[in-house]
């Protein structure tokens, strides 16, 4: 069909069936649209109406009340007009304001009774309602008066009254009206503060209390109404009224009329509405809504002191500073802070200002809270006995040692791939640029330095593949001098984890944002004992290890081109300090694992000082169990290159966490075998860090299916399966799937909790502390 001839039309609708139409311009294109989709444009784009509504709004036999009452009346709803009819201090009482107003409605051809009663009497109200027309939709406090008087002349009398017309008033109204919206699940309240509560008033001392009174009442009712519908909504109104008219030069008050206010107050009192927990400033044709905002702050307390006024002075102008300030919305937010702030506490040492989340410097474009859980975009790589023969040359195997063969020849009966080429395919994830696109990361990556360097291997490296690899900002850190950005990289083959690496990467003149100084996320570097090194290995570079170093993918120009390297303050290029960290880790292979690559466990390095190609490598070793503590330095100089370092071997027997997999019908058994793996290797230290003990409940289809204690309070800690006769300080309860979830970091902790997928009963506090036992689990 066509537009008839001659129409104005551009569009005909053409129903095929009872869900979808054919929406045909005049121009022969053509467009179905679904029913629902038309019918929902229909209902929004209609005029508002109220018909089979009922509303009372109170004091509504003049100024604001009574402009409601007309629009409401207008509009299809059926009106219950209350009006006490006394003076504007609450004296007197008559019901012809009321009486005159229903008359108005009624005339237009609305329906509308009258209440002359006090809003104190609530009930009564409401009665009216239930008794002309059956229900009760809306209520719209309005009612109100004044007794202004400077504070120190405000009476018991002039306090009462006003408290209880406008905030009793509105309380027992609102009470008696609530059970019956709650069983037919709609209801809409209005309550009116005003200005002078927002921003207090000379002379309304009495008054502006009621008002914001009326604001925390409406943000409690917005929380316990939402499920049931019913929303309530504040507004702080202006308009010329008997009330304003003595504060008010008569232009103004005749310019700001009430017919300027009433359509929001419609509006928020529609069932379209879905505003909830508002608070509005409206007069003049103009709205615009209020919310809280609160400055970054400022601890002002270290860990296990007091806290000390002259702190609190000293660091005055930091709390009320306003920059980056945060909007929290509602009381989880607010508590959620105090949560963060333990924690910090915790971790950090002293006193900081801005500590709270978000920590933003517009300025530098450094924002931790938006850039920490970002990730990458994924990458692969793949590779051939090639590229590991290539990656063991590169550290500096020779086939002068026959020990070396097997990661040299792909036909050697043993050929393995070196275990710290688990860094290669991770650090393509991070070439590929991805850091520089990460919001809140806004550095100079120019100035960037690879500053520590953390392996696990979960599997020996296959010598061929395509593997994945996922990276993501786990923390950023102010150091002051610089800012450290901590890249965790899990690497995958399909979906198996073969192994985790984590960069510390350094950005020189990046610090002073207001950043936290460390993380419980940083897998830490530790001191070799102090002792003379149980063993040393020395290796001598040649001069073309850069370059063929190099070949595994790191292109930098620094490690090849004078010029480049000139231009950074070297006087010829350097060695890649991954390239050391590989001569340090099969130093301690050849040492301690008889060159068998699943013993390698993991390894941690501080990249200290430049190596140059031709320099010995001279790795100082000391065996404390299955750790070998170690440190690397220039033969020839005797400059410190690598420290803080060392690798974790896998016990000769117990092979590698495969084991773990045998597995019962639960995700999470996976994790807690792993959980007490490394409650047997650190325990003790883990024990001075949590000095708790939590006890799990998980369940699956909503039963108890497996109970377990993690001890980290006694000894050198200990996990328990199976229901516990000890006490806990805190026991959570969570679903297999919800554990898993927290424990790959996809689902934090306190957010569960608020979202009650996870209970806790004990000390809530401690989960903070979960971080510490949780981490690293990620994917197992
Ligand atoms: P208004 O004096 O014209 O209207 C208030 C009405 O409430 C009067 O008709 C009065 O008889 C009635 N009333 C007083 N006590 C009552 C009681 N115990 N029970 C039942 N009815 C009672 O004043 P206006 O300006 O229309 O004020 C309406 C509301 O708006 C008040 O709550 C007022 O505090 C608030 N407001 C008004 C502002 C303005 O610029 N007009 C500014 C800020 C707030």
């Given at each position: 069909q066509r537009p008839p001839r001659g129409s104005k039309a551009k569009f005909i609708l053409i129903a095929v069936n009872t869900r979808v139409v054919v929406l045909l311009s005049s121009k022969t294109t053509s467009t179905v649209l679904n029913l629902d989709k038309i019918q929902n444009y229909l209902i929004m784009s209609a005029p508002l109406a109220f018909d089979g509504k009922v509303v009372v709004v109170t004091g509504a036999g003049g100024g604001l009340g009574r402009e409601y009452a007309l629009a409401f009346g207008e509009r299809g709803a059926s009106v219950v007009v209350n009006d006490l009819g006394g003076d504007i201090k609450g004296g007197g009482k008559s019901s012809a304001a009321a009486d005159k107003v229903v008359e108005e409605i009624k005339a237009k051809g609305g329906k509308a009774v009258a209440n002359y009663d006090s809003v104190e009497d609530g009930e009564k109200l409401i009665q009216t309602a239930l008794d002309a027309f059956g229900r009760i939709d809306i209520v719209v406090n309005n009612a109100g008066i004044l007794r202004d008087r400077s504070f120190g002349r405000t009476s018991d009398l002039d306090w009462d009254l006003i408290h209880r017309v406008h905030l009793r008033g509105s309380f027992m109204v609102t009470r008696a009206a609530w059970n019956h919206m709650k069983n037919q699940k709609f209801g809409r309240i209005i309550m009116t503060s005003s200005a002078a509560g927002i921003y207090g008033n000379f002379g309304q001392a009495n008054y502006s209390a009621a008002k914001l009174g009326l604001l925390g009442l409406a943000n409690t009712l917005a929380i316990e109404g939402q499920k049931y519908n019913i929303h309530c909504n504040t507004i702080a109104p202006t308009a010329g009224s008997r009330l304003t008219e003595t504060v008010m030069p008569p232009d103004l008050l005749e310019s700001l009329k009430a017919e300027y206010v009433a359509p929001l107050v419609l509006w928020l009192s529609h069932d379209q509405c879905q505003e909830n927990g508002g608070l509005f400033e409206v007069g003049a044709g103009w709205i615009g809504k209020l919310r809280w905002e609160r400055s970054q702050g400022c601890i002002v307390r270290n860990k296990n002191q007091g806290m000390s006024p002259e702190t609190v002075r000293d660091q005055w102008d930091n709390i009320c500073d306003f920059t980056n300030a945060t909007k929290p919305a509602n009381i989880n937010e607010s508590l959620a802070t105090l949560v963060e702030v333990l924690s910090r506490l915790e971790t950090d040492e002293g006193i900081v200002p801005n500590?709270?989340?978000?920590?933003?410097?517009a300025a530098s474009g450094i924002s931790p809270l938006e850039a920490v859980g970002q990730k990458l975009p994924e990458s692969t790589f793949s590779y051939s006995h090639t590229q590991c023969i290539l990656y063991a040359l590169g550290v500096g195997l020779s086939t002068k040692d026959d020990q070396h063969l097997k990661f040299l020849y792909e036909g050697h009966e043993d050929f393995s791939c070196l275990p710290t080429f688990g860094v290669i395919p991770s650090q393509a994830a991070m070439m590929d640029g991805g850091l520089g696109s990460v919001p809140g990361l806004n550095f100079d990556f120019t100035r960037l330095l690879h500053g520590e360097q953390y392996l696990e291997l979960f599997k020996p490296l296959p010598t061929s593949g395509k593997l994945t690899s996922q990276a993501t900002i786990a923390d950023v850190l102010d150091k002051g001098s610089g800012a450290v950005i901590l890249l965790d990289v899990h690497t995958y083959s399909g979906k198996e984890l073969l192994c985790y690496n984590q960069y510390s990467l350094f950005i020189v003149g990046a610090g002073g944002f207001g950043g936290k100084r460390t993380s419980d996320k940083a897998m830490s570097t530790v001191a070799p004992p102090n002792r003379a090194p149980d063993a040393v290995m020395t290796d001598t570079t040649t001069r073309d290890q850069a370059a063929l170093y190099r070949l595994s993918g790191d292109w930098n120009p620094l490690h090849i081109d004078p010029s480049f390297a000139a231009m950074g303050g070297f006087k010829s290029p350097i060695l890649h300090g991954l390239c050391s960290f590989g001569f340090a880790a099969r130093h301690v292979l050849k040492q301690y694992?008889?060159?068998?690559?699943?013993r390698f466990k993991s390894i941690k390095v501080r990249f200290v000082k430049p190596v140059l190609p031709g320099q010995s490598l001279q790795t100082e070793m000391w065996k404390e169990g299955n750790r070998i503590h170690i440190q690397c330095k220039v033969k020839e100089s005797g400059a410190v290159v690598l420290s803080g370092a060392y690798v974790d071997l896998y016990a000769a027997t117990d092979g590698s966490p495969q084991v773990l997999l045998e597995s019962g019908g639960l995700k999470s058994e996976l994790v807690f075998a792993e959980i007490g793996r490394r409650i047997k290797d650190l325990g003790a230290e883990m024990v001075k860090k949590v000095n708790a003990v939590f006890g799990w409940e998980i369940t699956k289809g909503g039963n108890t299916a497996a109970q377990w204690t993690i001890d980290l309070k006694t000894g050198a800690g200990a996990l328990h399966k199976g229901p516990y006769s000890g006490k806990t300080d805190v026991t959570f309860t969570v679903s297999d799937d919800d554990f898993m979830e927290v424990v790959k970091g996809k689902l934090n902790p306190q957010k569960a909790f608020f979202a009650g997928k996870l209970k806790v009963r004990g000390n809530i506090m401690l989960s903070q502390k979960l971080e510490v036992i949780l981490k690293d689990y990620a994917k197992l």
């Open positions: 500590p709270t989340s978000a920590m933003t410097t694992a008889n060159n068998d690559a699943s």
